[in-house]
C-alpha cells in the first residue's frame, strides 16, 4: 500500500495516494510515518487542518520525531497564523535533513494568515540556508 501511495503521489493522483495510505494505516495503525506521509498529501491538496490533525495522531506514537513535530508547527502555522507554531517550526527547521522537506514546511507555514513579518523573514532566512 505503500509502494502503491508513492506511486500514485509521483504520478499526481493525490486522491489515490491518500487511499493508499489509509489502507496502510489499517494494517498498521501504530506506524508514526504512515501518519506524517497522509498528513502530507492532504496539505498537497489544500487541506491543512486535516494535515494537522493526522500529524498529532502520529505524535502519538512517536511524540519526539523531529519531522511530525516541525510537520505539525507547520501546518497549525497555516491553519491559525499563530506567531508560537512559527516560532518552533524555526526551532526544528536546522534538524530536518531532509532540506527539500523543511523548505517545503516553511512556504507551507509562511503563507498562513497575519503572522509577524519578522518571524516570516527569519523562516525565510532558514530556508535560503
Known sequence: ???RAAAWRAMGDLDQAAAALECA???DPANWSLYLDLADVRAEQGDFAAAASLVERGLEYEPHEVSLRAA???YRTRVSGSP???GALIAL????VNTTYRNLLIDYACAGPKLPR???AK???IRKS
Request: hydrophobic fraction near 65%.
Open 118 to 120: 519578522r518571524l516570516v
Open 93 to 96: 527547521a536546522p534538524e530536518l
Open 25 to 27: 494505516l489499517l494494517l
Open 1 to 3: 500500500a505503500v509502494a
Open 84 to 86: 508560537d507554531d512559527l
Open 72 to 74: 505539525r508547527a507547520a
Open 123 to 125: 523562516a525565510h532566512h
